[in-house]
């Protein structure tokens, strides 16, 4: 339903994802054990999500990224959990104006044990980031840009990867993985749960815009 497939004059493939439907998302108090910050899927989301999940089949996947935030671990377990695979963290993919620095590590060793941290991408306090109050555009495009800039440094022989992230964040690494510069009058609006595919070419050509805002899998 995503369209996946690999060619050779690819460098890489990601897969962008909007975590599911939360409380947040639909105007609901947080519940309780969550930070206002941090509100968890909803029972709808958490549908969403395994949904998401039928889309991917063993083998074709080669990493999983995630914000550290409970939504989108939410988001992408079933399918780890499918795939056999780890979720590696990126503090550099957290929603913009987020307090906190994501899921309490109880609640990851308890709840999500597939979930391990980065200790590699160049955060500021070397795998846990707290985010600086009222970040501007430059400071977004520069996170964004070590975000993409690592998972480029990791992958390049046509790898597919899931990179799994926020609403109001998608368009700095939108614009970031197309090369397009940091023009905010380019928007980038995404639905809950649904899928953005970019491939990155080899060669030096541009990066191609695959899927957009993709849904069906939903349906």
Request: net charge negative; charged share 25%.
């Amino acid at each position: 339903m995503l369209g996946l497939r690999e060619r050779d004059d690819y460098k890489t493939q990601i897969v962008f994802i909007r975590h599911g439907e939360s409380y947040g998302n639909v105007g609901l108090a947080t519940p309780d054990g969550f930070h206002p910050d941090d509100p968890p899927l909803t029972e709808n989301g958490l549908k969403q999500a395994k949904k998401l999940s039928a889309c991917f089949s063993k083998g074709e996947i080669a990493h999983i990224y995630a914000s550290p935030l409970t939504r989108t671990v939410q988001t992408v377990y079933p399918t780890a959990q499918k795939l056999g695979m780890r979720i590696e963290l990126l503090p550099d993919l957290m929603e913009i104006d987020t307090r906190i620095a994501g899921c309490e590590q109880e609640m990851l060793e308890r709840d999500f044990p597939l979930c391990i941290p980065c200790t590699e991408e160049p955060t500021p306090t070397g795998g846990t980031l707290l985010l600086p109050e009222n970040e501007s555009p430059e400071m977004l495009a520069a996170r964004a840009k070590r975000c993409i800039d690592y998972i480029k440094s990791n992958y390049s022989n046509g790898e597919t990867v899931i990179v799994v992230s926020h609403g109001s964040y998608f368009g700095y690494l939108i614009r970031e993985c197309l090369e397009i510069g940091n023009d905010e009058t380019f928007n980038w609006e995404v639905d809950n749960c649904s899928a953005t595919c970019i491939v990155l070419r080899k060669d030096g050509r541009k990066p191609l815009l695959r899927t957009a805002n993709n849904t069906r899998h939903l349906n």
